[in-house]
């Protein structure tokens, strides 16, 4: 899951908008509260969506101070800040009504040691953006990862299989009221806010409606706001990044018995349940003994190809022996591409399955075990 941490830049974006694309005058002060040796600040302009930098102007703090004044139109500005030590930034969104903003760059204590942090105040966008990701950290910091680290020290001490179920079915469930909340964020608190596009990279790719609301209300509410047709388009490279009514995703791994195994060796006769486990998961592994019994009812009309997605082949190598898996059972390791395969079906979760049709397409996502049977029958 994404986290706040992988926001953290070394840089300063600043987004300014208006309702219109006149240039707009801002005021930015900044103060600097921590030790630095010959520090500059730079302003540039980002051109979108290709992030090229344009500089603007650059100023040398006269002590502690500095500041920019100057007129932007509407866009994306970065403000880059160096010492002799290294850079800082924060993400700082402007709605064009305050007409000043604030930074402060200060001195903070991480594992890794001292570094510079860049603080932002006056702008309404950057809160509610700044809010949707502490959102995401505290489901994470204070849910997701603890209970990751249960479900690793479970599987380490042989825990009993009840235990893994009851840690696994937290473990889905923190990951689910999160996206939930952050997806009601979106929908319900940020409205058609510049924001919005920041947070997308983080959406779920088969979250369809959430992605077609999204567009639907700045296509009606901006529709010659420059922004639009960025969100749009961020919006539909989402979707095509989903895998469903899409053809499957060809690869080569590694059975069980040690033969080589290519989908597209199976594909067009049957069809074919895609299957992502792994040894821990104990919700996946409850299935096990329902699918042996489709498995050899439809095995005329069904193959199913399972992708363990454990770190640790002996895992998966013991795991594989205990369920006696009668169909391909494969262990997800990297290929040619140097990728893995649940990457490129983009799962996130487990359990998580894909069904393929006989022509190749990927007809559903998470398909349940009793709609399989009624669609087989």
């Given amino acids: ?94 709605d064009g009504i305050n007409n000043q903003v604030k930074v402060s760059i200060d001195t903070v204590r991480l594992s890794m040691g001292l570094i510079k942090r860049v603080n932002i105040s006056g702008s309404t966008e950057n809160d509610r953006l700044k809010d949707y990701f502490e959102l995401s950290a505290h489901y994470y910091r204070g849910f997701i990862a603890p209970t990751t680290k249960r479900v690793q020290k479970a599987i380490t001490d042989g825990a009993e299989p009840a235990v893994l179920d009851s840690l696994n079915d937290a473990l889905k469930y923190y990951q689910s009221k999160q996206r939930q909340e952050l997806d009601s964020v979106v929908l319900n608190v940020m409205g058609t806010s510049m924001a919005i596009y920041q947070t997308m990279p983080t959406w779920d790719k088969s979250n369809f409606d959430l992605i077609d609301t999204v567009i639907k209300r700045f296509e009606e509410q901006k529709p010659g706001h420059f922004i639009t047709p960025l969100i749009v388009a961020r919006g539909i490279d989402l979707k095509s990044k989903s895998v469903i009514d899409k053809d499957f995703i060809d690869f080569t791994l590694t059975a069980y018995d040690g033969d080589e195994f290519v989908l597209s060796e199976v594909q067009g006769k049957k069809y074919v349940l895609l299957d992502f486990w792994a040894s821990w998961c104990g919700p996946c592994i409850r299935k096990f003994p329902s699918m042996k019994k489709i498995y050899e009812k439809y095995s005329d009309k069904l193959e199913i190809v399972s992708v363990s997605t454990d770190t640790r082949k002996e895992r998966w190598e013991k795991a594989s022996e205990k369920f006696s898996l009668p169909w391909i ?30 022509d190749g397409n990927i007809i559903s996502k998470d398909i349940t075990l009793i709609d399989l049977e009624d669609l087989l029958n």
């Fill in 1 to 94: 899951m994404c986290s706040i941490k992988n926001y953290v830049q070394s840089f300063i974006i600043i987004l300014l908008f208006t309702a219109g694309g006149h240039a707009q005058k801002l005021h930015i002060e900044g103060v600097i509260n921590a030790e630095a040796e010959n520090p500059i600040v730079y302003l540039n302009k980002q051109e979108l969506p290709s992030r090229k930098m344009i500089p603007l102007d650059s100023v040398r703090p006269v002590g502690r101070q500095f500041s920019f004044k100057i007129k932007l139109e509407a866009g994306y500005y970065q403000i880059k800040y160096h010492d002799d030590e290294r850079g800082a930034g924060a993400l700082l969104l402007h």
């Fill in 329 to 358: 059972n494969l262990l997800d390791e990297k290929q040619a591409n140097n990728k893995k395969v649940f990457s490129q079906y983009g799962v996130r979760a487990l359990p998580t399955n894909f069904l393929i049709d006989a």
